[in-house]
């Protein structure tokens, strides 16, 4: 269903009965960190390790899913109750990738199913998607990082070859970065959303937007405004690549 603008801000939270979204806190991992002098041996032979697997760059959906769900290479496995992949059109012409799972997302195992998630549903109606159609969601990370805290670099380096998969294996026509996170792990490179936004960069051939976080939008009203921007600019970039 193609919506008009006020529609659109309306959604967005842009319209003259826009009202502040409370975000729960974020809830604390303080009683699933394993203890500090807990053994590690113990818990890492009872999980297969990736190597004996094929690598990623070789793995069909359900080796990769298989592997992830499986994976100690970074810190992060300590305190996830599960990895997320992500959701959607394994044939999607639109790929988002954010940051990293929240604790709804770490408890239910899909991305973007919280508050910011609500947000990034009504971004993708604004411009004529819905999630599972056409559309594919990731993150650069698959575990929760603690607190929901910015992922790390090595975290994000551990992770980029199972995203790198996911992008072979969909082969979108459009990756949308929702956040600097996302945007520095496609894109390998110091990325300030400010200067990045409003451009088209590519990854591999195929052409990849910077855009804001949902979860930022949450916070930070006033840059709603250009967000709407961001999704015209994606719309634009997508009906011209189809010819239209």
């Not at 729960?24 to 697997?53: F, G, S």
């Not at 070789?58 to 970074?74: G, H, K, Y």
């Not at 992922?151 to 990756?175: H, T, V, W």
């Amino acid at each position: 269903m193609t919506m008009n603008r006020e529609q659109v801000l309306h959604e967005m939270g842009l319209g003259p009965v826009w009202k502040l979204r409370v975000t729960p806190a974020a809830t604390t991992v303080e009683d699933l960190a394993a203890p500090a002098t807990a053994p590690a041996e113990p818990r890492r032979e009872t999980v297969p390790a990736i190597a004996a697997a094929a690598p990623p760059g070789a793995m069909d959906w359900d080796e990769l899913a298989a592997a992830v769900a499986a994976c100690r290479q970074c810190r992060l496995c300590e305190a996830r109750k599960q990895a997320v992949l992500g959701v959607g059109d394994i044939n999607a012409d639109w790929l988002f990738v954010g940051e990293g799972p929240g604790a709804e997302e770490d408890q239910r195992g899909e991305p973007f199913v919280g508050q910011a998630g609500k947000l990034l549903d009504n971004m993708l109606a604004a411009i004529g998607l819905k999630r599972g159609t056409d559309v594919y969601i990731a993150n650069a990370v698959k575990c929760r990082p603690p607190e929901n805290r910015t992922p790390a670099a090595d975290e994000a380096a551990a992770c980029r070859p199972y995203l790198e998969r996911q992008i072979e294996l969909i082969r979108p026509k459009l990756i949308v970065a929702l956040g600097r996170p996302a945007a520095q792990t496609l894109l390998q490179t110091e990325v300030k959303i400010a200067s990045a936004r409003g451009k088209l960069h590519d990854y591999h051939g195929i052409q990849l937007i910077v855009t804001y976080h949902p979860a930022y939008l949450l916070r930070t009203l006033l840059d709603k405004a250009k967000a709407w921007e961001d999704l015209c600019f994606m719309r634009r970039t997508m009906k011209a690549q189809k010819g239209g």
